[in-house]
């Protein structure tokens, strides 16, 4: 059963940059869609890029053109470059991976998530 370990979340001031990684174990990598995903506190879980298993990548509108999702097949990890950051990008950040080579359709799992938190 594929486990999902996200890493790379922190403080950091308005302006500033991460890099968010996703590690995946067990089951089949490369086959599969991946995405990220944040939450805010009293908000619901929202979508903000994805990559299919052929390297399509897709963004929610509100990080276009600051985030890019990468992954690397080899050693089975998703990554988000996060530039650019904002008050508003403060939320937990989950990785999950989509039911097929697409990106679409429910997330059928999910890693623990990560904060995020950009101070003014």
């Known amino acids: 059963q594929v486990q999902l370990v996200e890493s790379g979340g922190g403080l950091v001031q308005a302006g500033g940059s991460l890099r968010l990684s996703c590690a995946a174990s067990?089951?089949?990598?490369?086959?599969?869609?991946m995405g990220w995903f944040r939450q805010a506190p009293g908000e619901e879980r929202e979508f903000v890029a994805g990559i299919s298993h052929t390297y399509y990548a897709d963004y929610a509108d509100s990080v276009k053109g600051r985030f890019t999702i990468s992954r690397d097949n080899a050693k089975k990890t998703v990554y988000l470059q996060m530039n650019n950051l904002n008050v508003e990008d403060t939320a937990v950040y989950y990785c999950?991976?989509?039911?097929?080579?697409?990106?679409?359709?429910?997330?059928?799992?999910w890693g623990q998530g990560t904060q995020v938190t950009v101070s003014s």
């Open positions: 999950g991976r989509y039911p097929g080579g697409s990106v679409g359709g429910t997330v059928t799992r």
């Open positions: 067990g089951g089949t990598f490369s086959s599969y869609a």
